[in-house]
C-alpha cells in the first residue's frame, strides 16, 4: 500500500492518467468484454494511433520549448500527396515496383518534413514571429500548395506494395474472416514505437534534451548562458515537422490514397493530447510517458464508445473536451489544495 | 492622539511549518522615517503585508492611530491611510500616467463612462503634491524605474496617507535619482506623513532615518535611533556575524596579458573604451546607470554586437556574435538580473550549474554521462559551499546568496580566463556579499583575471586592484583603489 502510495507521489498528474485508463477498461471490461477485449480490436486501434501519435510527439517537443506546433497536419499531407504522386511515377509497363522503394520513400518524406520543420524554427527564432502564428501561417500555406496540387480530389491508385506493406500485421497467429491470417502486431505501430523511443532518448539521455528542458524554462537565461537557442528551437521544430511527415505518410498507408484534407481534426487534436499528457503550455515542464499514457487514454476511449451502437460517434469529441477539461481542473485542485478560509 | 502612529506588538505569523515571525515589535512616530533593515527572509515584508492586510498574524496586535486591531483588511488600511509602494509599484504599464493616476478615483466614484476632462484634473493635482514633472500622456510602461516609482507615489498620496510604506525602493535607481527621492521623502516627512523605509542598505539607513529597527530571521533584534548605529554595529545586528573587510591584495605573479580591449565602442551606448587585463587582476568599472557600464559588459560577452574595435583574448582577436563564442573565448558573464537573465529558477540546483559546460559531459552522440555530471555538480556546490540538502531541488528553494553562487558555479565551471561580473552582490544579504568577495578574491589570487562591474562603491574599492570610471559613455578616469576614497570616484561619476 505504501510503495502504491509512493508511486502515486511520484509524479501525481501520470498516475491520474493511469487511474482513469484502469478505470476505462474496467468499465469496458464490465460493460462489453467480448467486443472490446477482443484479439482483433487492439490491432486495430493501434494501426490508428500512429496517425496522430506522430504528430502529437511533434507538437510536444516544440511545446516544451515554449512554443507550439499548429502546421502537422499540413505537412503531413502534403508530404503524403507528393509522396503518392512520386509512387505513382514509379511503375514501368509491367506495373512492377520494387519493395525497396518504400524505405527510400519513407527517408524522402522524413527530409520533406524536416525540411518544413526548420523554417517554421527558422521564423520562429530568426525572425522572431510567435509560433502560433509562424505554423497557423506554415499550415494555411502547405495545404494551400496540396490543393493546388491536387486540385481537390484525393490521389488514389498508389502502387499496391505500400499499403501493403506499411499496413501489414506480424506475428500471424489470428485466423482472420473467410479462412484468411491476420497478425497482431501492425507496422504503423512498430515505426510509432521506434519514432517514441528515439525521442524518449533524445530527451532523457542527451544534451538536447536538457538544453531543450531549459529552453523552455527560460529563453533569455539559455541565452545568457551560452546555449545556442535559434539552432536548438530550428532542430526542434524540424523533428516535429519529420514526425508529422511520418505520420502523414502513415496516412497514406491506412487510406491508400492522400488529400489536401484529411485529418484536419488532428491539429488541435495533437495539443489536446500533449497538455492532457501533462506538457506546459508555457514551456519547460513535461514528460512523453505522460504523453504516451494521452494517446493511449484517447484512443482506447474513442475505440470503446465505437463499440456502443446506441452512441453515435459525433459524441467522441465531445467526450474529449470534458476528459481534457476534467484533468485540467483535476491539476489545478492538485497543486491548489482548497484551504480552510478563516 | 497617542505617541506612536503605528504600533505592532509581539506578531506572530508562520506558513507551512516556517516561523516567519516571531513575536516582532515595530513602532512608528507620526511623521518620523522609520528604517525596517534585515536580510533576505528575515521577515520584512511579512510584516508589510501584515500592516496593510494582505496577511494575517497568527498572534499580537496591531494599533493604529491608538486604535487596537487584531485584524485588518486592506480597505481598512487603505482607509485608515496606510499606503505600500511595492519593489514592482503595481501600476499598469499599458495606461498613460494620468490614466494611472485617476483610475482609482474614477473606480472609487463609481463612475462608467471616461471622462478625460476630470481625470486630468485629478492627475494634476495629484502630481502637484510633491512637483513632479511629467508628460501626463506619457504611457507608463515607456517611464524609467525612477518615474515609475514616482508615480506610485503620486498615486499613494491621493489617498491622504498617513503613513507610507516603501518596499525596498531603491533597488533599481540610479545615485541621482536616489537623492531625489530622498529629497521627495523629506518633503512628505514635512507634511507630518510618516514613511517606513524598507532596505538592507547601510547608507540609506544612515542617510535617511531618524529610527530604525532590525529583524533577523524572523526575530526582533534592535530598536533605537540611527545616531547610535554605526557600521560594524549594523552588519552584526543583521547577520549576527562580525566582519573584517580586507581589502584585495594580488597575489598572482607574472600574470600574462589575457584580455586586450581596444576602441570597443557601440553606437549610442559607449565608445573608445579601451583597457588591458591580466591574470591575477581585478578590474572594476564603475559609473551611473546610463554610462553605458552595462553595455560594455553585454558587449564582451556578445550579447551585443560592438560597432567599433576589437577584443583580444591572449593575443587573439575574436569576432564576438553570440554568448557562446564568448564562452569558447574563456569569458564567464555573471548578468546583472539573477532572475530574469542568470538562472532557470524552476529547474534543480545541479542543472543550473553545469548547463553552459554541459556539452564537456557528453560521450559519443551527445548522450550525457550521468556519473561524471553528478561529480561535477557536487563538486562545486562543495567548493562554494552552496547550502542544500539536495541539489536535484529547484533553485528557487535557494537563499538570494545562494542563488548568486549558483550562478558563480555555472561560470566557473566552464573554466573561464576572465570573469565578468555584473552586479555581483545585488539583491544579496552581507553575509554572502562577504563570502562572494572573498571567492572572487581567492579566484584572482588563482591565476583567473576578474572584472567586476558595480555601482557599490565601497566593493570596488576594496576588491580591485584596477578602477575603471565610465560617464556618458566614456572613460573619465582610471584612479588607483587603493588610495582614492569614495568622494573622489563619485565627483568623476557625476
Redesign the interface.
Known amino acids: 500500500m505504501n510503495a502504491l502510495l509512493k508511486f502515486y507521489r511520484r509524479d501525481r498528474h501520470i498516475s491520474r492518467l493511469v487511474i482513469m485508463l484502469a478505470g476505462w477498461l474496467i468499465f469496458m471490461a464490465i460493460t462489453c468484454f467480448d467486443k472490446f477485449f477482443s484479439i482483433r480490436n487492439f490491432p486495430t486501434i493501434a494501426s490508428v494511433i500512429p496517425e496522430y501519435g506522430l504528430m502529437s510527439l511533434g507538437a510536444m517537443v516544440c511545446m516544451i520549448t515554449g512554443g507550439i506546433d499548429l502546421s502537422g497536419v499540413g505537412i503531413a499531407n502534403l508530404t503524403s500527396i507528393t509522396m503518392a504522386l512520386f509512387m505513382k511515377s514509379l511503375p514501368d509497363e509491367t506495373g512492377y515496383v520494387t519493395p525497396w522503394m518504400v524505405p527510400l520513400v519513407l527517408l524522402m518524406a522524413i527530409l520533406c518534413g524536416l525540411c518544413a520543420g526548420a523554417v517554421n524554427g527558422t521564423l520562429i527564432s530568426k525572425v522572431k514571429i510567435p509560433p502560433i502564428l509562424a505554423t497557423l501561417g506554415i499550415n494555411q500555406l502547405l495545404t494551400g500548395i496540396a490543393m493546388v496540387i491536387t486540385n481537390g480530389p484525393a490521389v488514389q491508385n498508389i502502387p499496391p506494395v505500400y499499403s501493403s506493406m506499411i499496413n501489414n500485421k506480424l506475428l500471424k497467429v489470428v485466423p482472420g474472416k473467410r479462412g484468411t491470417v491476420s497478425g497482431l502486431i501492425p507496422v504503423q505501430l512498430l515505426i510509432f514505437v521506434a519514432v517514441v523511443l528515439l525521442i524518449w532518448f533524445l530527451m532523457a539521455?542527451?544534451?538536447?534534451g536538457?538544453?531543450l528542458?531549459?529552453i523552455g524554462?527560460?529563453e533569455?537565461?539559455?541565452?545568457?548562458?551560452?546555449?545556442?537557442v535559434d539552432r536548438m528551437l530550428i532542430k526542434t521544430y524540424a523533428m516535429s515537422g519529420a514526425c508529422a511527415a511520418l505520420g502523414g505518410m502513415i496516412m497514406l498507408a491506412n487510406y491508400s490514397s492522400a488529400r489536401a484534407d484529411y485529418g484536419s481534426q488532428y491539429t488541435l487534436q495533437c495539443i489536446l493530447i500533449v497538455v492532457l499528457g501533462g506538457v506546459s503550455p508555457t514551456g519547460?515542464?513535461g514528460k512523453i510517458s505522460g504523453v504516451m499514457l494521452a494517446i493511449v487514454l484517447l484512443s482506447l476511449l474513442e475505440a470503446g464508445i465505437n463499440r456502443f451502437p446506441q452512441i453515435s460517434s459525433y459524441y467522441i469529441t465531445m467526450i474529449w473536451g470534458a476528459v481534457l477539461l476534467l484533468v485540467m481542473v483535476l491539476n489545478y485542485f492538485a497543486e491548489n489544495p482548497i484551504r480552510k478560509r478563516? | 492622539m497617542s505617541e506612536y502612529l503605528l504600533k505592532a506588538v509581539d506578531i506572530s505569523k508562520a506558513f507551512v511549518g516556517v516561523q516567519a515571525l516571531d513575536a516582532v515589535s515595530l513602532d512608528i512616530r507620526p511623521g518620523e522615517i522609520h528604517c525596517l533593515a534585515g536580510e533576505n527572509g528575515c521577515g520584512k515584508s511579512t510584516l508589510i503585508k501584515i500592516i496593510s492586510g494582505v496577511y494575517q498574524q497568527d498572534a499580537g496586535y496591531i494599533e493604529f492611530n491608538g486604535k487596537r486591531f487584531t485584524r485588518i483588511t486592506p480597505l481598512e488600511a487603505i482607509a485608515m491611510g496606510i499606503q505600500v509602494i511595492y519593489q514592482d509599484f503595481s501600476i499598469f504599464p499599458n495606461l498613460t500616467v494620468m490614466e494611472n493616476l485617476a483610475f482609482n478615483t474614477e473606480l472609487a466614484a463609481g463612475r462608467r463612462l471616461v471622462n478625460k476632462r476630470r481625470m486630468r484634473t485629478v492627475a494634476e493635482e495629484a502630481l502637484s503634491k510633491i512637483n513632479f514633472d511629467i508628460e501626463l500622456d506619457r504611457l507608463v510602461g515607456s517611464l524609467s524605474v525612477a518615474e515609475k516609482q514616482m508615480v506610485a507615489i503620486c498615486r499613494a498620496l491621493m489617498f491622504d496617507a498617513k503613513l507610507i510604506i516603501m518596499d525596498e525602493p531603491t533597488t533599481a535607481l540610479t545615485r541621482k535619482e536616489v537623492r531625489a527621492l530622498f529629497e521627495i521623502i523629506l518633503k512628505l516627512k514635512e507634511q507630518g506623513i510618516a514613511i517606513l523605509f524598507v532596505s538592507h542598505k547601510l547608507n540609506e539607513v544612515f542617510e535617511i532615518s531618524e529610527r530604525f529597527t532590525i529583524f533577523r530571521s524572523g526575530k526582533h533584534i534592535v530598536s533605537g535611533n540611527t545616531s547610535e548605529l554605526d557600521d560594524r554595529k549594523f552588519s552584526y545586528y543583521m547577520t549576527g556575524r562580525e566582519f573584517d573587510a580586507e581589502p584585495f591584495r594580488p597575489r598572482y605573479e607574472g600574470g600574462e596579458c589575457v584580455l586586450e580591449v581596444e576602441n570597443l565602442a557601440i553606437e549610442g551606448a559607449f565608445e573608445d573604451v579601451s583597457f588591458r587585463l591580466c591574470r591575477g587582476e581585478i578590474l572594476g568599472i564603475t559609473g551611473l546607470l546610463d554610462s553605458g557600464r552595462s553595455e560594455l559588459a553585454l558587449a564582451l560577452f556578445g550579447l551585443r554586437r560592438s560597432t567599433g574595435g576589437r577584443i583580444l583574448v591572449k593575443g587573439k582577436e575574436i569576432a564576438m556574435g553570440s554568448p557562446r563564442d564568448a564562452i569558447e573565448a574563456g569569458i564567464g558573464y555573471v548578468p546583472e538580473d539573477r532572475l530574469s537573465e542568470g538562472l532557470f529558477l524552476p529547474r534543480s540546483i545541479a542543472d543550473n550549474i553545469v548547463i553552459s559546460e554541459i556539452d564537456r559531459l557528453t560521450g559519443a552522440l551527445s548522450v550525457l554521462d550521468f556519473r561524471r555530471y553528478r561529480q561535477e555538480v557536487e563538486d562545486w556546490v562543495r567548493a562554494l559551499s552552496i547550502a542544500t540538502p539536495d541539489p536535484e531541488n529547484a533553485c528557487s528553494t535557494l537563499s538570494g546568496g545562494n542563488q548568486q553562487r549558483v550562478v558563480l558555479a555555472k561560470w566557473l565551471a566552464c573554466k573561464p580566463d576572465v570573469l565578468v561580473l555584473n552586479g555581483p552582490t545585488v539583491g544579496v544579504d552581507i553575509g554572502s556579499k562577504h563570502d562572494i568577495h572573498r571567492i572572487l578574491q581567492r579566484l584572482a589570487n588563482e591565476g583567473m583575471a576578474v572584472i567586476i562591474i558595480s555601482d557599490d562603491l565601497p566593493e570596488v574599492l576594496q576588491n580591485c586592484s584596477h578602477l575603471l570610471i565610465m560617464k556618458d559613455g566614456r572613460i573619465v578616469a582610471r584612479p588607483d583603489p587603493g588610495s582614492t576614497d569614495e568622494n573622489t570616484v563619485l565627483s568623476h561619476m557625476l
Open positions: 539521455r542527451t544534451s538536447y536538457k538544453k528542458y531549459m524554462t527560460n533569455n537565461v539559455a541565452r545568457y548562458s551560452g546555449l545556442k519547460g515542464r478563516r
